[in-house]
């Protein structure tokens, strides 16, 4: 197929059908409303109430708000072209989305390994908890987080559209990267497989800093004498483990799949499973086994009603 100048790209989406665009914009309005609501909570709590200004909430509120951006680089452009019935999305609105989601996916792995490291230093470390996580740690901490992102989204999108298309088809929901790799017209991908390889080095070394900051969490929990102490360790813990396995799982089952030249249901439940389940279900299972959160939403809704009523 001969190459062309693109002026911009045609988002398959889910179905050709219009009252099945219909059906998925719905559902994932839905979704979106819930994520947004659910995290808006969270940075609302930890942002309101005193008795959350710790390391742990100071982080938990930076991935409430990447979480945020995170689901808002796919999912409301999905719903506008759903209702619109067009899938349209010009050259400049594809770099932007491919580089914004490439940065909140990055940066969402590496603000999890920041997170492990807090906690394994909080049950580990307890006596230097305070000296190790202080205000700079954890500034420098969140700063990390977004630089990396940066320029992991730099590098897959000067790498991408480095190179020329010979098709305008994508075949998902949004500009993803490898479904734009497959629209390439030569060897050109080389580059971006150089970035994606280097990249997936630095993810491996994320997941395993991850992995074995747990074993250590674990081994120390366990050997506590104290079966509260054992079960206060394991409520702060579970619920950033189970958002770990989540948000990892659904990223490998994705890039691991067996290549293809169209999307299938599989394809697009797959991409659903990583890119908009983690942002909705993160709040849900923080706020529902935390009862530090739901005490103070409880305090805050309750002091914004007496001054309405002041």
């Known amino acids: 197929m001969a190459n062309f100048t693109l002026s911009g790209f045609l988002l398959m989406g889910f179905s050709a059908?219009?009252?099945?665009?219909?059906?998925?914009?719905?559902?994932?309005?839905i979704l979106y409303t819930v994520a947004v609501i659910g995290n808006l909570l969270i940075i609302t709590a930890t942002s309101m109430d005193n008795s959350l200004h710790s390391p742990m909430y100071f982080f938990l509120k930076h991935l409430s708000f990447l979480d945020l951006c995170y689901i808002s680089v796919t999912v409301p452009r999905s719903i506008y072209n759903s209702f619109m019935h067009s899938g349209y999305i010009s050259i400049g609105e594809c770099i932007v989305q491919g580089f914004a989601f490439v940065l909140c996916s990055s940066a969402e792995l590496s603000m999890l390994t920041v997170m492990s490291?807090?906690?394994?230093?909080?049950?580990?470390?307890?006596?230097?908890?305070?000296?190790?996580?202080?205000?700079?740690t954890c500034v420098h901490g969140v700063l990390g987080v977004w630089v990396s992102g940066v320029i992991s989204g730099t590098m897959h999108t000067a790498a991408i559209f480095s190179m020329h298309f010979c098709s305008s088809k994508v075949h998902q929901f949004f500009c993803d990267i490898p479904q734009l790799l497959k629209l390439t017209c030569s060897n050109e991908?080389?580059?971006?497989?150089?970035?994606?390889?280097?990249?997936?080095?630095?993810?491996?070394?994320?997941?395993?800093?991850?992995?074995?900051?747990?074993?250590?969490?674990?081994?120390t929990v366990l050997r506590m004498p104290s079966a509260e102490g054992r079960a206060k360790a394991f409520s702060t813990c579970l619920p950033h483990l189970a958002v770990v396995l989540?948000?990892?799982?659904?990223?490998?089952?994705?890039?691991?799949?067996?290549?293809?030249?169209?999307?299938?249901?599989?394809?697009?439940?797959?991409?659903?499973?990583?890119?908009?389940?983690?942002?909705?279900?993160?709040?849900?299972?923080?706020?529902?086994?935390?009862q530090s959160i739901k005490a103070a939403l409880r305090r805050v809704f309750q002091r914004r009603k007496a001054d309405l009523f002041c």
């Open 17 to 29: 059908k219009p009252e099945l665009e219909l059906v998925h914009a719905s559902l994932f309005l």
């Open 117 to 136: 490291y807090d906690r394994y230093v909080a049950i580990c470390l307890p006596l230097r908890y305070e000296i190790i996580m202080d205000v700079s």
């Open 246 to 290: 989540l948000f990892i799982s659904t990223g490998v089952f994705e890039f691991l799949k067996p290549p293809s030249n169209s999307s299938s249901a599989l394809d697009i439940l797959l991409t659903i499973m990583y890119t908009v389940v983690p942002p909705t279900l993160n709040p849900m299972i923080y706020s529902l086994r935390n």
């Open 189 to 219: 991908y080389i580059s971006e497989v150089g970035v994606s390889g280097f990249l997936a080095i630095v993810a491996f070394l994320c997941v395993t800093f991850i992995g074995l900051s747990y074993t250590k969490i674990f081994s």
